[in-house]
């Protein structure tokens, strides 16, 4: 491999494993508003307007809210394995995470125009992190 190759990987792996990292904090914030605080500010945030709602759905946001930390378990670590370890591990569980969360963000964009804002919150560093991840892999 080239010294250019090399120094390209590289920047690729650093932009991969921070991309993932912001993605798993992402993720780990809407854990907290799912499954920590859903009964008082965090329903606000989804526009559950009273305690009735917030009763009927509140299990669904608390399993909710467990999906996303789970993924941002697995974006974290491949992150962390990606530059420290294993690039080829790390690379898969950064695309596998991350990909993910870019699968439902795009979901969410295609329910509703008005969650286009939260779906490019949610979607955008873990799209560059799959991206950036596949390009360690070339």
């Not at 010294?3 to 792996?13: E, N, Y």
């Not at 606000?44 to 809210?65: L, S």
Request: hydrophobic share 60%.
């Amino acid at each position: 491999m080239s010294a250019a190759a090399g120094a390209h990987t590289a920047q690729m792996t650093a932009l991969a494993a921070i991309a993932a990292l912001l993605a798993a904090a992402i993720h780990t914030y809407i854990f907290v508003l799912e499954s920590v605080t859903f009964e008082t500010a965090g329903r606000r945030v989804f526009g559950v307007r009273d305690d009735a709602e917030a009763r009927i759905v509140r299990r669904w946001a608390f399993n909710q809210g467990w999906y996303n930390l789970f993924l941002a378990v697995g974006a974290a670590v491949g992150a962390l394995v990606l530059a420290f370890g294993d690039g080829h591990v790390g690379a898969a569980l950064v695309l596998f995470a991350c990909g993910s969360m870019a699968g439902a963000a795009s979901v969410l964009a295609a329910t509703d125009r008005a969650l286009l804002r939260p779906a490019a919150i949610q979607g955008g560093p873990s799209v560059v992190a799959v991206v950036a991840a596949a390009i360690t892999l070339i």
